[in-house]
């Protein structure tokens, strides 16, 4: 079940909502908690019920575990440190045996030559954000930052269908207090107009925006055998684009849900691509998955307290586990290489002392961000290889052949003329592209948007617009990028 889907907007969605919000108004508050880790599991479920014991069986071990690792729990004899280390194994465990066994057989057979068959895995749903949000569980729980909760608690901070597929990835200390405030128990209509309006600035961003991209991106990386120097970079630019508007879509979306149930989501986007450096933006990019990174990868591998080598070594180290974590290939891998070497460059030239104009900051910024996300993007070395080149010109320069008389003198320089972006089928690829940039640097993004909202007629008029021009447009089956990591 799609957030962009009919059957979650006109009937899972506003079904969940009103018994929730009646069995509260009948003081069944367990039974309304109950109602929604059901309701959250009958979500997930909805993909494939053979991922349900899967989540079921990761949500009790690590409730056991953190309850062992809790100082309100000091019977068990063990020592703490073992046992966290257990329950973070037994989840990587989980992790790596469906996400990564394939990529592991793969990669052993080619450099032992070896012929061990591959196991075809599908890939649970969601399981790498709620094995990121309990393994975080699990070490608050062992520095005593946890309190006791119940299983059902436990389960609705696990659970909860608005974060649950793709995040953002929630912190027990930001969930917990709030299933538990009595404020949060009662209709808030202002809550329920600013989530409607976030909700509906996400389901434009996906339907109107990102799905127009992801033609053009797809053609380009999946269909073209070669690109044209334009052709390649309004593959890369369209899928930069689908990118940020598909899983900042997704985030509103999930926000915008959320907070009809009076809770409240952290942000996850910050107009990223306005950062003016790889620190800047990754400040602004997946923001949770950023604090993860930082807090249970980085700040324990040392962080910066060791001298610039291992400072430089940890940053590395972080990133290309972060890679990893997106997906099992080494395109991802090296993605994660990309960033961490940038963040690398980016620390030595701030402790030399040197400056560069906000402009071209921005403009190296950008690009590099854009260049990388090809291999984010590719499916094989030779796809990303592909597109690299044609951004180059290394596959040719093809302009439209209603400019072949005005620029005729470029044709010693091996400039063609002809049906330009016949690979990508889109003349208005363009256009959109120029569109995108103008759009994610000088626009509000929705959470700016949403600090300024009102309740009156010209909001309601708004959101009337693009919600009705997103809904005549969600006839066609369309997954969030996210979803496949």
């Excluded at 890679?323 to 961490?340: E, P, V």
Aim: with cysteine; hydrophobic share 50%.
């Amino acid at each position: 079940m799609l957030f962009n889907s009919q059957e979650f907007i006109f009937l899972f969605l506003p079904i969940t909502f009103f018994l929730y919000f009646f069995l509260l108004q009948k003081r069944l508050i367990t039974g309304a908690k109950g109602l929604l880790v059901f309701s959250s599991l009958f979500f997930y479920s909805w993909w494939n019920i053979a991922y349900l014991p899967i989540i079921l069986t990761s949500m009790l071990f690590n409730y056991t575990m953190g309850n062992s690792l809790n100082e309100n729990f000091s019977k068990v004899k063990v020592s703490k440190k073992f046992l966290l280390g257990i329950g973070i194994i037994a989840n990587l465990v989980l992790l790596g045996y469906f996400k990564y066994m394939d990529f592991f057989i793969e990669n052993f057979n080619a450099l032992f030559d070896g012929n061990i068959p591959m196991l075809h895995l599908a890939l649970p749903l969601a399981i790498s954000f709620f094995t990121f949000q309990q393994i975080a569980y699990l070490v608050d729980s062992y520095r005593a930052e946890t309190k006791e909760y119940d299983f059902l608690n436990y389960s609705l901070f696990v659970t909860f269908f608005p974060q649950l597929i793709a995040g953002p990835i929630v912190h027990h200390k930001e969930m917990m207090p709030q299933f538990a405030s009595k404020w949060n128990l009662v209709k808030n209509y202002k809550n329920i107009a600013l989530g409607i309006f976030i909700f509906s600035i996400g389901l434009f961003k996906k339907v109107m925006i990102a799905d127009h991209f992801a033609g053009w991106a797809s053609a380009g990386f999946d269909k073209a055998e070669t690109l044209t120097l334009i052709e390649g970079w309004v593959t890369s630019l369209s899928y930069t684009f689908q990118l940020y508007f598909d899983f900042s879509g997704y985030t509103d979306m999930a926000i915008g849900i959320a907070l009809l149930f009076n809770i409240k989501l952290p942000i996850n986007f910050n107009s990223p691509y306005k950062a003016k450096d790889i620190q800047d933006f990754w400040r602004r990019w997946h923001i949770t998955l950023s604090r993860f990174l930082r807090d249970y990868i980085y700040i324990p591998l040392g962080g910066n307290r060791n001298g610039s080598f291992r400072t430089y070594s940890n940053l590395m180290a972080t990133f290309i586990l972060g890679g990893l974590w997106h997906g099992a290939g080494w395109t991802f891998i090296f993605w994660g290489f990309l960033h961490g070497a940038a963040l690398v460059i980016h620390r030595t030239w701030k402790n030399l002392g040197f400056t560069m104009h906000a402009v071209l900051a921005w403009f190296i910024t950008f690009n590099f961000i854009n260049i990388s996300w090809v291999f984010f993007r590719a499916k094989e070395w030779d796809d990303a290889i592909k597109v690299l080149k044609s951004m180059c010109g290394m596959s040719g320069i093809e302009f439209s052949s209603k400019y072949a008389e005005k620029l005729s003198f470029l044709n010693e320089y091996g400039v063609t003329f002809g049906e330009w972006l016949h690979h990508i089928h889109g003349n208005k690829s363009v256009s959109w592209v120029i569109i995108g940039v103008l759009v994610v640097v000088f626009a509000k993004n929705s959470m700016e948007i949403t600090k300024s909202f009102k309740p009156n007629k010209w909001y309601f008029i708004f959101m009337a617009l693009i919600l009705l021009s997103a809904l005549s447009n969600i006839s066609k089956f369309s997954e969030f990028l996210y979803f496949n990591f």
